[in-house]
């Protein structure tokens, strides 16, 4: 529930962001351009996500006689979840990750690494799998990508407001505010992508929790998941995966060597945090 109430509540900063900002950097008309723009992009990233994401990974989709483990425990989550079965995929690389994509529960794909399936448990894999329908089940892909648009949109303008400024352009909506209107706009383009990538990553944070949770409740371990997490955490810190940057949120766990990047800046919760709250879970259903 906190979970849900904090990114309802992030999601209102953004959009409050992106008035303020929207007016301060390119009025009205301006506003309106950034945000059609964002949308189109952002519409066609959360339309082919998943299509992307399973490429980019090298992901294959396996057939039940392939992996019948794999299947039948994606089958009995997505059961309890009250989904349709996703798609199920296994990507090469010995180090255990895995993702969830797809635009609606029912174009959905879940896919896990080889090194998942050799590593882990039969009660972390259930675990690991169980977070990622939880994914599914919360609608993450479409938060994310509305989110997405937001700080699209917010990013677009400083830089139509930047370029506007060295080609000695400016506002039409709005030209009387002199140098107070000037040195607003220079901040704007300044302070309001940065704040609204902190707090884009902040509703990932939020949302990897709210994942962690209901997958606790989907496989009724929740020691299970966190014992899968402090795992997953300590392989990939030994060995990163290579993958896009831009797909490194979807997984589970940072796939790729981040431990100079500061918590603000992380698209994932610290799993020591992860794996607080798994404990505090079980305690409580105990």
Known sequence: MFSTVKTFLLMAALTALFMVAGQAMGGQHGMALAMF?????NFFAYWFSDRVALAMSRA????????????ALVETL???????????????GETPNAFATGR?????????????????????????LAHELGHILNRDILISSVA??????ISYLASMAQWAMIFGGGRSDDDEGGAGSLVGTLVMMIVAPLAAALIQMAISRSREYLADATGARLCGRPLALASALQRLGEFNRQLPMQVNPATAQMYIVNPLAGGMVASLFSTHPPIAERIRRLNLLSQAGS
């Open 37 to 41: 723009i964002a949308l189109a992009m």
């Open 60 to 71: 294959r989709e396996v057939s039940t006689a392939e992996a019948p483990e794999l299947h």
């Open 78 to 92: 997505a059961g309890r979840a009250g989904l349709p079965k996703p798609r199920v995929y296994i990507m090469p």
């Open 104 to 128: 609606n529960p029912e174009h959905s794909a879940v896919a896990v690494t080889e090194g998942l399936l050799r590593l882990m448990s039969r009660e972390e894999l259930e675990g690991v």
């Open 148 to 153: 997405a648009v937001m700080a699209g949109a």
